[in-house]
């Protein structure tokens, strides 16, 4: 079973986007080519889902600003926007983007004491969202996984895929991606390698020249 997960492409996250990534609406037409031509059994997408009042967002600590390093849960954490809250415009998925062949969607980042990048897990590793069993049940046996920020949470989910799928293959599309800092990409692949992870284009997939 052939699965593409693709990570938060939400208007949040695109031009215009509360906590837009440079670009980041270049991916759509990217994944939906992947959609229709990569040949997966299965497409799901993860979506930010924050409450109002979530405790990554820079406006909960007052004195502080976004992307600044505060505390969250008594952890370090970096100060965002707010953005991608629950039942707003920005937190719809790109209007581009082929939202009819996504199979499931994984909603992320509720709890508004712990912040959450991957769509396996918070990021304090206690919490699972159930993707990782909804998969596994499904007989995923290779994962590709895509979208926004490379380095924050396509990272982290392409890593928690590998870490909590024993045996499945997880690969990250790289054009299909896009991310913050053009260092902390290099890094995130850097990582995702050295775990596993293969790192691929989407012509890999599809077979185009």
């Excluded at 593409?4 to 031009?15: A, H, R, T």
């Excluded at 049940?137 to 490379?150: F, H, K, N, Q, S």
Aim: charged share 20%; glycine share 10%; with cysteine.
């Amino acid at each position: 079973m052939k699965c593409l997960l693709l990570v938060d492409i939400q208007n949040g996250f695109c031009s215009g986007g509360n906590l837009a990534v440079p670009n980041g609406e270049d991916v759509v037409p990217v994944a939906n080519r992947l959609i229709a031509e990569g040949g997966y059994d299965l497409v799901v997408a993860s979506q930010d889902w924050h409450p109002a009042d979530h405790g990554s967002f820079a406006s909960q600590h007052p004195g502080s600003h976004p992307f600044e390093m505060g505390t969250l849960g008594g952890k370090a954490q970096m100060l965002w926007p707010d953005h991608c809250v629950q039942g707003t415009r920005d937190a719809d998925f790109h209007p581009g983007l082929d939202v009819a062949a996504i199979g499931y969607v994984q909603r992320k980042g509720e709890n508004r004491a712990v912040d959450s990048y991957s769509a396996f897990r918070d990021n304090d590793q206690a919490a699972l969202t159930g993707l990782s069993d909804y998969l596994l049940e499904r007989r995923v046996d290779v994962l590709d996984v895509c979208g926004l920020a490379t380095d924050y949470c396509v990272k982290a989910s392409a890593l928690d895929a590998k870490a909590m799928m024993p045996g499945v293959t997880v690969r990250f599309i790289a054009d299909a991606s896009r991310g913050i800092d053009p260092a902390g990409v290099e890094a995130a692949i850097a990582e995702m390698s050295a775990a596993g992870v293969r790192i691929v284009t989407s012509a890999d997939v599809t077979g185009a020249n």
